[in-house]
C-alpha cells in the first residue's frame, strides 16, 4: 500500500500492516465513528463585490485553528441541502492529466529523489512526488496547470504533506492566479496564514485556461510540497464535493492514499461524477474536539456541501457500561444542527466495533449506535456504513483491535462509497 502512514503523523503507525484476504463489503446504515478535522480556516473570504464571510479561528483538543485570510470568492450564504436530495449535478475534475509546467521545470527535487511535475496532477496520491520546491524572499515557486478553456467557475484543491494539524511543508501564504494564455496573470485568491494540510478555493474562471498557485511563504521547513493539486469545474454546482471528519481510523481509512479510494470507487459506479474528496480527520480526536473547531472547518470548506462525521471510537474509548451515551448524543445533535445550519448534507456511519489494547471485553457501542440512529429519527441526516456490523465480522481486518490495516482501509472505502450511492441519481 501506497504511503498511508506517511500522510498522518499522530496515531497508530502500527495501523500499516498487511491485512488478510480480501472481502466484498456491504450493507450501509446509520451511525457514527471517530476522528476530527480541525485544522486551520480562513479568517475572512470575500468576493468581487465585497462581501465578507468571517470564519472563526478557534481551536480545541488536538486540532489547531489557523488565522489565515482568503481574499477570494465562494459561493455567497449558505444554501440548505435536503439530506436526502439526490447529487444530480457533476462537477467534473479538469486538472488531472493536462498539461502543466512549474517554476523549477519539468521535474522538482521530493524527499531527495527527481520526480516529474506530471505527478501533481495524476490522480494517484504518493507523499514521494507531486511538487517540492524552496521559498524564500523574493522566490515564489509555482505550478500551473492548462485545464483548457470552457469552465467559469472552478474549485481548486491541494494536498500537502501529514494531518490537518500537523502539516509538513504547506503553502502558509500562496495566491491563485488565472490566464487564458499562459502569460498574462490575473490574481484571484490570495491566503495568508495558512497552517493545514489542505484546502479549497472557489473563483471565477469565464475565458479563461490555465490556473497557477504560487507559494510566497513557507513553514519552517523552507519549502514547500504539493502531493496533489486538482481543479474541478463547478460551474454548474458544486453538489458532489465531500468532506470526511473524524478521528484516526477515518484519518487512516479516507486519506486518498489507498487504491482504489472512496472517489474512484464512487466513479467506477456513477460514471458521470468525479467527487472532490478532503480527509479531514484528526488522530485522537472526540465530539467534543470537533465542537471545538467546527467552525474552522466549516470556513475552510466553504463550497463543500457534504460532511461525513465519523466520531465516537476515542468518545466510548474502553466503555463497558454506556456511560458516555448521553454527552456523546448531545455533542453529536450540535455538530448535525452546525452543519446543517450552514448548508451541509451531513453523513453519520455507525461507530466500527472495536476492543482497544488493555479491554478486557470488546466497547459497548450498542447505546452510542443506538443514540445515533435515535437522533436520525428527530433530527434528519444521510446515514452513512454500519462500519460496526462489517467489523465485527471481519476483525482480521483491524491491526490492533481498533485501526484497520490494509485490507480494512479498503474495505472501508467500499462501505463509504457503497452507502452514499443512494444519493446518486
Not at 25 to 39: M, N
Not at 68 to 85: E, I, K, L, W
Request: hydrophobic content about 35%.
Amino acid at each position: 500500500m501506497r504511503a498511508i502512514c506517511a500522510a498522518w503523523a499522530l496515531c497508530v503507525l502500527a495501523a500499516c500492516g498487511s491485512g488478510s484476504s480480501g472481502v466484498s463489503p456491504s450493507g450501509s446504515g446509520s451511525s457514527a465513528q471517530s476522528k476530527h478535522g480541525s485544522g486551520s480556516a480562513p479568517g475572512s473570504s470575500s468576493d468581487a463585490s465585497g462581501a465578507n464571510a468571517q470564519g472563526a479561528d478557534d481551536a480545541g483538543g488536538q486540532g489547531q485553528g489557523d488565522a489565515a485570510t482568503s481574499s477570494g470568492g465562494t459561493d455567497g450564504a449558505p444554501m440548505p441541502v435536503s439530506q436526502q436530495a439526490l447529487i444530480t449535478i457533476p462537477n467534473p475534475i479538469v486538472s488531472r492529466g493536462k498539461p502543466v509546467t512549474s517554476s523549477v521545470g519539468a521535474s522538482s527535487t521530493v524527499m531527495g529523489s527527481k520526480q516529474p511535475l506530471s505527478t501533481v496532477n495524476d490522480g494517484v496520491f504518493t507523499t514521494g512526488d507531486g511538487f517540492e520546491a524552496p521559498v524564500s524572499a523574493g522566490t515564489a515557486p509555482w505550478v500551473a496547470i492548462n485545464v483548457g478553456a470552457g469552465p467559469t467557475r472552478l474549485m481548486l484543491t491541494w494536498l500537502t504533506e501529514d494531518q490537518p494539524n500537523t502539516p509538513v511543508k504547506p503553502p502558509v501564504d500562496y495566491h491563485i492566479d488565472v490566464s487564458a494564455d499562459g502569460s498574462t496573470w490575473k490574481t484571484v485568491v490570495s491566503v495568508t496564514g495558512n497552517n493545514t494540510n489542505a484546502r479549497e478555493d472557489s473563483f471565477d474562471f469565464g475565458g479563461q485556461s490555465w490556473v497557477r498557485i504560487a507559494t510566497t511563504k513557507a513553514d519552517s521547513s523552507g519549502s514547500v510540497h504539493f502531493v496533489e493539486i486538482e481543479a474541478y469545474d463547478i460551474s454548474k454546482g458544486h453538489e458532489d464535493t465531500w468532506v470526511f471528519l473524524g478521528d484516526s481510523i477515518t484519518a487512516l481509512a479516507m486519506n486518498r492514499f489507498v487504491s482504489p479510494d472512496f472517489a474512484t470507487l464512487v466513479n467506477q459506479s456513477k460514471t458521470a461524477f468525479t467527487p472532490m474528496v478532503v480527509d479531514d480527520a484528526i488522530g485522537g480526536t472526540t465530539t467534543s474536539d470537533c465542537l471545538q473547531n467546527l467552525s474552522t472547518s466549516i470556513a475552510r470548506f466553504p463550497d463543500v456541501d457534504n460532511f461525513a462525521v465519523a466520531y465516537g471510537t476515542n468518545d466510548s474509548w474502553c466503555d463497558l457500561s454506556g456511560a458516555g451515551v448521553s454527552d456523546f448524543k448531545g455533542n453529536l445533535t450540535m455538530i448535525v444542527d452546525q452543519l446543517k445550519a450552514a448548508g451541509k448534507r451531513v453523513i453519520v456511519p455507525h461507530i466500527p466495533w472495536n476492543q482497544p489494547s488493555g479491554c478486557s471485553m470488546p466497547t459497548l457501542l450498542a447505546p452510542y449506535n443506538a443514540a445515533i440512529d435515535a437522533l436520525r429519527a428527530t433530527d434528519p441526516f444521510f446515514p452513512g456504513p454500519d462500519l460496526y456490523t462489517f467489523v465485527s465480522m471481519h476483525q482480521n481486518q483491524l491491526d490492533d483491535g481498533v485501526h484497520p490495516n490494509d485490507t480494512g482501509v479498503a474495505s472501508f472505502n467500499t462501505l463509504w462509497s457503497q452507502a452514499v450511492l443512494p444519493l446518486y441519481p
